[in-house]
């Protein structure tokens, strides 16, 4: 019975040590820039690099990995939120400006994919994921933006839905949230992390072969604003900080960050283990011992 339970104890310290081991040993938050008012929607490029928006100041900042500096990419740019690179460079943007969806190739030239649905305007794409067939998954709570002036969110329910790849009308994939916003993919496509911010809950569904999602199920009790995921299948979501928690909802770790509030996160630099991290008017960089799945 004693050898059993040295075991036991032994095989739960060692589990411990392995949940904490993400981050590299003795690595702390680096500041990057702290020149914005309200950073969001970071998306790493096929060379490690970060674009991510300013959106208050209406701009798509580019953070290089190489020199660890930033500089305006676009401006002005659509009131751009939550951004995502498809498979050919384009960065796909949702421009909050008038509720739409746009593609912006490496030129800049911008394409609006979406800007209704069913001739209505939607209450705001705020971010996506895409798959690797190219289809687009947004969320679509409600956020009122002084620059919208007179117009008015016309769709009324809060959802997530699909674009599919050559399409040019949205698909309802998962309604009944409160304020659903952050939203990331699993590495082999077949699951979609879902954060209703207004209800504190985060989802999982599984993704269908027509894109449709199934199995809602309850992931863990806290919303996010943004999310990412690391080739493990941890979940990384923000608000206070960022609270890492394993494939089974299960919380190991917590990152505790300067500003009041941490909008979003993804992994960025050529190896894909930085963890950059938008946090008001700041970015930040975390060496980490795991790697982004995306």
Known sequence: MKVLY????????????????IIEEGATLQLVSEE???????ARDSEGNVYFTDQPNDRIVKWDAMTNS?????????????????????????????????????????????????????GGPNDLWIDKKGGIYITDPLYKRDWWGTREPEVEKRRVYYLA???????????DFVMPNGIIGSKNGKKLY???IGDKKTYEFTINKD????????????GSDGMTLDKKGNVYLTG????????????????????????NVTFGGPKKDLLFITAMDAVYTLQMNVKGAH
């Open 165 to 175: 790849p050559g399409s040019e009308e949205l698909k309802i994939v998962a309604e």
């Open 36 to 42: 914005f008012k309200f950073t969001e929607g970071p």
């Open 240 to 263: 206070q900080g960022v609270t890492v928690f394993d494939k089974s909802g299960k919380q190991i770790e917590h990152i505790d960050v300067q500003e009041n509030w941490t909008a």
């Open 70 to 122: 930033v500089s305006d990419w676009m401006s002005p740019s659509g009131r751009s939120n939550g951004l995502y690179f498809d498979a050919n460079g384009n960065l796909i943007s949702c421009a909050d400006n008038k509720n739409e969806l746009w593609k912006i190739d490496p030129n800049k030239n911008v394409t609006v994919l979406v800007d209704k649905f069913e001739g209505k305007f939607l």
């Open 194 to 196: 879902v954060a209703d």
């Open 6 to 21: 040295i075991f036991l104890v032994s095989l739960l310290l060692n589990s411990n040590i392995k949940a904490q081991d």
């Open 211 to 222: 894109g449709s999602l199934s199995e809602r199920k309850l992931f863990c009790e806290m």
